[in-house]
């Protein structure tokens, strides 16, 4: 079960913020009848807050003298401790509004690292000049180590692969890719793809749904997959790939970025796996300015991929 600090349950069970507003415009100003003038308050208003918050704390917070009042011991520390909460409220109040009117703080984006390799480079040089104070930042991982920390409140938005349909996220679709059996070798050896799993190696990533779904594919269609290569990322595969070390098993988007090589797929008829993917966020996270535009136009960005 989820424990709260000391210091919180302390503040929830001891402390009356109006009263401890009382106690610092009567320590700041010296009376009681000026404190209550600029809370604007009545002054035996001031003196009751002030006597609850004394029995609650067990002692005298002030000390009355003929000229003025002034803080005891324990009403100088209480007021210090008043006085840093109220300056963090503030502050943090300030904030909130600064980010909801303007564009402006962190905003940590989650996404595959393969992903993210062909979908974010254009859109993160245009991002960032146009919008100088959102402090973007990346977090690169597999799919689904991306949503586990979204999940977990560790990244605000990400781009996935096949997300799932896990309660506390709003998932938003931007385009499909094509996870294929592909290569860079000749049409010559393109027209028997048979002779050729049966030659050379199917590079692929093992921890990946799609490379199981595809491998189970032709096991149970019966074609022959004698010789298996399974690497570590799927850029580690493009790159073998390239080389025509073997048939890649790798997301058409990702095998065709960045490279003058035509890459091809083995054959239409052989098994094949589609990939959504989604712009995610957590329904409970509040936008802020920064998110909204993330959100908005990373989605334009993504929907000019299609």
């Known amino acids: 079960m989820p424990t709260i600090s000391r210091g919180y349950a302390t503040a929830l069970r001891e402390l009356d913020p109006p009263a401890l507003a009382a106690l ?9 009848t000026e404190a209550a003038s600029v809370l604007r308050v009545s002054q035996p208003a001031v003196s009751l807050a002030i006597k609850r918050l004394e029995e609650r704390m067990g002692t005298a917070l002030l000390v009355r003298t003929r000229k003025r009042v002034a803080a005891s011991r324990p009403g100088e520390v209480l007021a210090a401790g008043a006085r840093q909460a109220f300056e963090a409220m503030g502050n943090a109040v300030a904030q909130i509004e600064n980010e909801s009117a303007e564009p402006s703080g962190r905003v940590i984006l989650g996404v595959h690292e393969s992903l993210a390799a062909y979908s974010l480079p254009t859109f993160m040089a245009r991002f960032l000049r146009e919008y100088p104070k959102v402090e973007l930042k990346l977090w690169n991982g597999r799919s689904m180590a991306v949503e ?11 781009l996935i692969v096949n997300a799932s349909r896990h309660p506390d996220l709003i998932v938003a679709p931007m385009f499909d890719d094509s996870v294929e059996l592909v290569h860079c070798m000749t049409a010559r050896r393109r027209d028997d793809p048979g002779s050729v799993l049966e030659e050379l190696p ?105």
């Open 202 to 306: 199917i590079i692929y990533v093992p921890e990946l749904t799609q490379s199981q779904q595809i491998l189970a594919q032709l096991q149970k269609r019966r074609i022959a997959t004698p010789r298996l290569l399974p690497c570590s990322s799927l850029e580690l595969v493009k790159s073998l790939v390239l080389d025509e070390v073997g048939v890649g098993i790798l997301p058409r988007r990702v095998a065709q970025h960045g490279t003058r090589r035509k890459v091809y797929t083995l054959s239409s008829a052989l098994p094949a796996y589609r990939d959504r993917i989604a712009l995610v966020r957590r329904f409970d996270v509040p936008t802020t300015a920064a998110i909204r535009v993330v959100i908005d136009e990373l989605s334009a960005h993504c929907r000019a991929i299609q």
């Open 24 to 32: 610092l415009a009567v320590i700041e100003t010296g009376s009681f």
């Open 148 to 158: 586990a920390e979204l999940v977990a409140g560790r990244v605000d938005l990400a």
